[in-house]
């Protein structure tokens, strides 16, 4: 079982920036991959960013140039850097791990951001 808990949301100005943090603890040494995910009200949850093993990430399209995830070496820790936000990116957040010994992901229970324009 993985635990994570997600903070540093809140409501900024579009053109701002925030950093995202998930706390992870419980058996993170069977972490492959985590990511941060987020849904818009009325809209289906979407992916953001995620990162491996390998510290290889992926972006979408939407927020490429503006968002670097990163994480801490023991996936103790993984964070989510968004600049020039826009009100296209409010949402709730969700971080999202995946391990070796489960095939479900695990979920925290998400913060919000909200982009004023």
């Known amino acids: 079982q993985v635990h994570l808990v997600e903070s540093g949301g809140g409501l900024v100005q579009a053109g701002g920036s925030l950093r995202l943090s998930c706390a992870a603890s419980?058996?993170?040494?069977?972490?492959?991959?985590m990511g941060w995910f987020r849904q818009a009200p009325g809209k289906q949850r979407e992916v953001v960013a995620t990162?491996?093993?390998?510290?290889?990430?992926n972006y979408a399209d939407s927020v490429k140039g503006r968002c670097t995830i990163s994480r801490d070496a023991a996936w103790n820790a993984v964070y989510l850097q968004i600049n020039n936000l826009k009100p296209e990116d409010t949402g709730l957040y969700y971080c999202?791990?995946?391990?070796?010994?489960?095939?479900?992901?695990?979920w925290g229970q998400g913060t919000q951001v909200t982009v004023s324009s």
């Open positions: 419980g058996s993170t040494f069977s972490i492959h991959t």
């Open positions: 990162i491996s093993s390998g510290r290889s990430t």
């Open positions: 999202n791990a995946l391990t070796y010994g489960s095939v479900e992901p695990f």
